[in-house]
Protein backbone atom coordinates (compact mmCIF):
# COMPACT_ATOMS: atom_id res chain seq x y z
CA UNK A 1 0.00 0.00 0.00
CA UNK A 2 1.54 3.31 -1.05
CA UNK A 3 2.44 5.59 2.41
CA UNK A 4 3.79 9.10 2.83
CA UNK A 5 7.66 9.28 3.91
CA UNK A 6 9.02 12.16 6.02
CA UNK A 7 12.51 13.02 6.45
CA UNK A 8 14.10 13.17 8.75
CA UNK A 9 12.94 11.20 11.51
CA UNK A 10 14.04 13.48 14.16
CA UNK A 11 15.96 16.38 13.60
CA UNK A 12 18.04 19.50 16.55
CA UNK A 13 18.00 22.15 15.46
CA UNK A 14 20.15 25.25 17.26
CA UNK A 15 17.30 28.01 18.31
CA UNK A 16 17.21 30.52 15.58
CA UNK A 17 18.16 28.21 12.75
CA UNK A 18 16.27 27.90 9.83
CA UNK A 19 14.68 24.08 9.26
CA UNK A 20 13.00 22.14 6.40
CA UNK A 21 10.56 19.14 7.26
CA UNK A 22 10.80 17.07 3.97
CA UNK A 23 8.02 15.14 3.10
CA UNK A 24 6.61 12.52 -0.37
CA UNK A 25 3.11 12.62 -0.45
CA UNK A 26 1.22 9.20 -2.02
CA UNK A 27 1.58 9.92 -5.42
CA UNK A 28 -2.01 10.23 -7.23
CA UNK A 29 -3.22 12.43 -4.09
CA UNK A 30 -3.33 16.57 -4.35
CA UNK A 31 -4.45 17.74 -1.34
CA UNK A 32 -1.32 18.22 1.32
CA UNK A 33 -1.22 18.66 4.80
CA UNK A 34 0.76 20.20 7.86
CA UNK A 35 -0.12 19.12 11.17
CA UNK A 36 2.29 19.10 14.10
CA UNK A 37 1.96 17.47 17.85
CA UNK A 38 3.59 19.11 20.86
CA UNK A 39 4.60 16.65 23.42
CA UNK A 40 1.58 15.76 25.41
CA UNK A 41 -0.77 17.64 23.63
CA UNK A 42 -3.68 17.53 20.87
CA UNK A 43 -2.55 17.41 17.02
CA UNK A 44 -3.11 20.51 15.81
CA UNK A 45 -3.54 21.39 12.16
CA UNK A 46 -0.97 23.85 10.37
CA UNK A 47 -1.47 24.48 6.68
CA UNK A 48 -3.26 22.58 3.47
CA UNK A 49 -1.94 22.79 0.27
CA UNK A 50 -3.63 22.27 -3.29
CA UNK A 51 -2.57 23.34 -6.95
CA UNK A 52 0.36 24.98 -6.01
CA UNK A 53 -1.35 26.95 -3.35
CA UNK A 54 -1.93 27.40 0.28
CA UNK A 55 -5.88 26.75 0.55
CA UNK A 56 -6.27 26.75 4.58
CA UNK A 57 -3.98 28.24 7.57
CA UNK A 58 -4.03 28.11 11.04
CA UNK A 59 -3.00 30.99 13.93
CA UNK A 60 -0.05 28.77 14.20
CA UNK A 61 0.85 28.77 10.22
CA UNK A 62 2.25 32.41 11.17
CA UNK A 63 5.35 34.38 8.76
CA UNK A 64 8.34 32.18 10.16
CA UNK A 65 6.25 28.88 7.95
CA UNK A 66 6.58 28.37 4.80
CA UNK A 67 5.29 25.47 2.39
CA UNK A 68 6.69 24.30 -0.98
CA UNK A 69 6.20 21.60 -3.44
CA UNK A 70 9.48 22.34 -5.48
CA UNK A 71 9.37 19.21 -7.73
CA UNK A 72 5.88 17.46 -8.28
CA UNK A 73 6.76 14.85 -5.64
CA UNK A 74 8.37 16.57 -2.46
CA UNK A 75 6.44 18.99 0.02
CA UNK A 76 8.67 20.77 2.55
CA UNK A 77 7.52 22.81 5.50
CA UNK A 78 10.44 25.57 6.38
CA UNK A 79 10.61 27.20 9.73
CA UNK A 80 12.79 29.98 9.13
CA UNK A 81 13.65 30.97 12.75
CA UNK A 82 13.16 28.11 14.94
CA UNK A 83 11.99 28.40 18.60
CA UNK A 84 11.59 26.64 21.45
CA UNK A 85 8.59 26.49 21.28
CA UNK A 86 8.74 24.69 17.87
CA UNK A 87 9.63 21.48 19.54
CA UNK A 88 7.18 19.10 18.80
CA UNK A 89 6.48 16.32 15.99
CA UNK A 90 5.52 17.45 12.82
CA UNK A 91 3.25 15.06 10.21
CA UNK A 92 2.33 15.47 6.81
CA UNK A 93 -0.71 13.86 5.46
CA UNK A 94 -2.25 13.90 1.74
CA UNK A 95 -5.53 13.14 0.66
CA UNK A 96 -6.79 11.79 -3.24
CA UNK A 97 -9.14 14.25 -4.60
CA UNK A 98 -12.86 13.41 -3.95
CA UNK A 99 -14.91 14.65 -1.04
CA UNK A 100 -14.45 12.28 1.93
CA UNK A 101 -11.29 10.77 1.31
CA UNK A 102 -9.35 10.44 4.39
CA UNK A 103 -5.84 12.06 4.82
CA UNK A 104 -3.25 9.40 4.89
CA UNK A 105 -0.38 10.37 7.26
CA UNK A 106 3.53 10.20 7.98
CA UNK A 107 5.20 8.72 10.65
CA UNK A 108 6.19 12.10 11.16
CA UNK A 109 9.61 14.01 12.04
CA UNK A 110 10.20 15.26 15.52
CA UNK A 111 11.50 18.28 16.03
CA UNK A 112 13.97 19.42 19.11
CA UNK A 113 15.38 22.81 19.53
CA UNK A 114 17.61 23.33 21.75
CA UNK B 1 -15.89 26.87 15.31
CA UNK B 2 -15.16 22.60 15.74
CA UNK B 3 -14.05 20.77 18.59
CA UNK B 4 -13.58 17.04 19.88
CA UNK B 5 -13.37 15.81 22.92
CA UNK B 6 -11.63 12.53 24.52
CA UNK B 7 -12.82 12.23 27.87
CA UNK B 8 -10.60 9.36 28.84
CA UNK B 9 -6.57 10.12 28.39
CA UNK B 10 -5.73 6.54 29.62
CA UNK B 11 -8.06 2.93 29.39
CA UNK B 12 -6.21 0.29 30.87
CA UNK B 13 -8.06 -2.77 30.16
CA UNK B 14 -7.48 -6.59 30.08
CA UNK B 15 -6.64 -8.65 27.27
CA UNK B 16 -9.90 -10.15 25.59
CA UNK B 17 -12.11 -7.78 27.29
CA UNK B 18 -14.76 -5.45 25.98
CA UNK B 19 -13.54 -1.75 25.47
CA UNK B 20 -15.58 1.63 24.86
CA UNK B 21 -13.32 4.93 23.64
CA UNK B 22 -15.70 7.90 23.79
CA UNK B 23 -15.45 10.52 21.31
CA UNK B 24 -18.17 13.84 20.99
CA UNK B 25 -18.18 17.06 19.02
CA UNK B 26 -18.88 20.32 19.10
CA UNK B 27 -19.54 21.55 15.27
CA UNK B 28 -21.86 24.23 14.12
CA UNK B 29 -22.27 22.31 10.94
CA UNK B 30 -22.39 18.58 9.31
CA UNK B 31 -19.13 17.27 9.60
CA UNK B 32 -17.33 13.87 8.70
CA UNK B 33 -15.94 11.76 11.29
CA UNK B 34 -12.38 9.49 11.95
CA UNK B 35 -10.86 7.15 14.12
CA UNK B 36 -7.30 7.31 13.66
CA UNK B 37 -4.93 4.89 15.98
CA UNK B 38 -1.16 5.89 16.68
CA UNK B 39 1.05 2.87 17.87
CA UNK B 40 4.30 3.24 19.08
CA UNK B 41 6.86 5.64 17.55
CA UNK B 42 4.57 5.58 14.05
CA UNK B 43 2.29 7.92 12.13
CA UNK B 44 -1.27 8.03 12.16
CA UNK B 45 -3.71 5.10 10.71
CA UNK B 46 -6.39 5.85 9.54
CA UNK B 47 -9.07 3.32 11.57
CA UNK B 48 -12.56 3.76 10.17
CA UNK B 49 -14.72 7.08 9.05
CA UNK B 50 -18.52 7.94 9.13
CA UNK B 51 -19.42 10.10 5.62
CA UNK B 52 -22.78 9.34 5.23
CA UNK B 53 -24.93 5.78 5.12
CA UNK B 54 -25.21 3.36 8.07
CA UNK B 55 -24.45 4.89 11.29
CA UNK B 56 -22.65 1.71 12.18
CA UNK B 57 -19.11 2.11 10.85
CA UNK B 58 -16.39 -1.55 10.85
CA UNK B 59 -12.18 -1.38 11.14
CA UNK B 60 -11.03 -4.30 9.48
CA UNK B 61 -9.57 -5.44 12.84
CA UNK B 62 -12.59 -5.28 14.44
CA UNK B 63 -13.58 -2.30 15.71
CA UNK B 64 -16.68 -0.74 15.25
CA UNK B 65 -18.17 2.85 15.65
CA UNK B 66 -21.16 4.34 15.71
CA UNK B 67 -22.65 8.17 14.96
CA UNK B 68 -25.08 9.50 17.14
CA UNK B 69 -26.28 13.08 15.47
CA UNK B 70 -28.63 13.53 18.71
CA UNK B 71 -26.02 12.70 20.99
CA UNK B 72 -23.35 14.10 18.98
CA UNK B 73 -21.00 11.09 19.50
CA UNK B 74 -18.78 8.75 17.77
CA UNK B 75 -17.69 6.05 20.31
CA UNK B 76 -15.26 3.53 19.26
CA UNK B 77 -15.59 0.21 20.56
CA UNK B 78 -14.39 -3.52 20.39
CA UNK B 79 -15.82 -6.74 21.73
CA UNK B 80 -12.58 -8.71 22.53
CA UNK B 81 -9.18 -6.34 22.75
CA UNK B 82 -5.98 -8.04 21.67
CA UNK B 83 -2.50 -6.71 23.44
CA UNK B 84 -1.56 -5.92 20.11
CA UNK B 85 -4.32 -3.20 19.95
CA UNK B 86 -2.27 -1.42 22.85
CA UNK B 87 -2.00 2.26 21.07
CA UNK B 88 -3.34 5.74 21.59
CA UNK B 89 -6.47 6.45 19.38
CA UNK B 90 -7.70 9.57 18.30
CA UNK B 91 -11.05 11.17 17.34
CA UNK B 92 -11.29 13.48 14.42
CA UNK B 93 -13.73 15.60 12.59
CA UNK B 94 -13.95 17.49 9.57
CA UNK B 95 -16.43 20.05 7.75
CA UNK B 96 -18.51 17.78 5.34
CA UNK B 97 -18.09 18.72 1.65
CA UNK B 98 -14.34 20.09 1.66
CA UNK B 99 -11.42 18.72 2.29
CA UNK B 100 -10.17 20.84 5.14
CA UNK B 101 -8.37 20.17 8.04
CA UNK B 102 -8.64 17.90 10.97
CA UNK B 103 -9.96 18.91 13.86
CA UNK B 104 -8.21 16.12 16.81
CA UNK B 105 -9.25 15.30 20.10
CA UNK B 106 -6.89 14.60 22.92
CA UNK B 107 -6.31 11.04 22.43
CA UNK B 108 -6.93 8.39 24.30
CA UNK B 109 -4.16 5.79 25.17
CA UNK B 110 -5.32 2.53 24.99
CA UNK B 111 -3.24 -0.45 27.47
CA UNK B 112 -4.18 -4.21 26.86
CA UNK B 113 -2.78 -5.92 29.97
CA UNK B 114 -2.23 -9.62 29.74
Known amino acids: EPEVTQTPSHQVTQMGQEVILRCVPI?????FYWYRQILGQKVEFLVS????????KSEIFDDQFSVERPDGSNFTLKIRSTKLEDSAMYFC????????????FGDGTRLSIL | AQSVTQLDSQVPVFEEAPVELRCNYS??????LFWYVQYPNQGLQLLLK??????LVESINGFEAEFNKSQTSFHLRKPSVHISDTAEYFC????????????FGKGTKLSVKP
Open chain 1, 27 to 31: SNHLY
Open chain 2, 92 to 103: AVRTRGSQGNLI
Open chain 1, 49 to 56: FYNNEISE
Open chain 2, 50 to 55: YLSGST
Open chain 2, 27 to 32: SSVSVY
Open chain 1, 93 to 104: ASSASGVGSPQH
